[in-house]
């Protein structure tokens, strides 16, 4: 077999990969069925917080794509079909939630691969006047083997039809002067906020960002690139910090929230 496509000329080999997909080019449209599965995926918000676009990926092992090696050699993936939805609001409340079907349908017979969907803060300037939203509570569930459209870290698999995500937070302000001054509102949490979970047989997804309103930690950049000056981070309790980190100590944040709780 090698052999024989060693001998095929290279206008010849991408004529017969696009033959092979050909039947799929004409329409790569999904058509779910009105009764079938579907994937619930509810956030239980505070009211300073709210959902941001939620990104969808479905795929397709019927509907390959071309894509090249290192070697400039050709290969077959997964096709892919994306697109972003917004979720619904319980009235007042902090409850959003949407549903997505498990088989897109279709010509292709597209299936559920992954969502990625944040929370982020809902009016950043009761922070002071100029203030933006900055990176949030991001939460990636994948469905299939196929990795995210996100780079990820420290992946966690879960089994069974329930996947409930309940995280801490603290709010985190931070200013930057490099390509201009910008001062954002985010927030800070455990592996830097980014959550990712191989729920393969998940059918039901909540996500709920419990909030620390009362712990604020402030960040503020270099103004220049000077080797040696790191991000300054000053915490709850007046402590500064500046040891090279990008990002809030997570696990001092909870250890001085504890703390000044016990006093309580």
């Not at 800070?188 to 604020?216: I, K, M, W």
């Amino acid at each position: 077999m090698k052999a024989a496509t060693g001998s095929v000329r290279p206008s010849a080999l991408f004529f017969l990969l696009l033959t092979l997909i050909g039947g799929c080019s004409k329409d790569y449209k999904m058509a779910p069925s009105p009764d079938g599965e579907k994937v619930t995926i509810t956030i239980n918000a505070p009211q300073e917080l709210a959902p941001e676009v939620l990104r969808v990926m479905y795929r397709s092992a019927k509907c390959q794509r071309v894509t090249h090696d290192a070697h400039g050699q050709p290969q077959m993936l997964d096709g892919k079909n994306s697109y972003e939805g917004r979720f619904e609001r319980s009235g007042e409340t902090g409850m959003y939630h949407t549903e997505l079907f498990v088989n897109g349908g279709g010509a292709c017979e597209w299936r559920l691969s992954n969502v990625v969907f944040s929370v982020v803060y809902r009016t950043p300037e009761r922070f002071g006047e100029g203030v933006v939203s900055g990176s949030g509570a991001e939460v990636i569930v994948v469905f299939d083997h196929d990795s995210p459209q996100l780079r990820v870290s420290a992946p966690m698999a879960v089994t069974g039809s329930e996947l409930n995500v309940v995280k801490d937070f603290y709010p985190w302000i931070k200013e930057s002067f490099i390509r201009g001054y910008i001062k954002r509102v985010g927030l800070c949490g455990g592996d830097g906020g980014d959550y990712t979970y191989y729920a393969r047989q998940a059918r039901n997804v909540y996500f709920e960002p419990v909030l620390h309103s009362d712990f604020v930690v402030s960040s503020v950049a270099p103004k220049k690139h000077v080797v040696g000056d790191f991000i300054k981070f000053k915490y709850p309790d007046g402590t500064v910090e500046s040891d090279g980190r990008s990002e809030p100590n997570f696990e001092k944040m909870q250890k001085i929230r504890l703390k000044a709780e016990a006093k309580e």
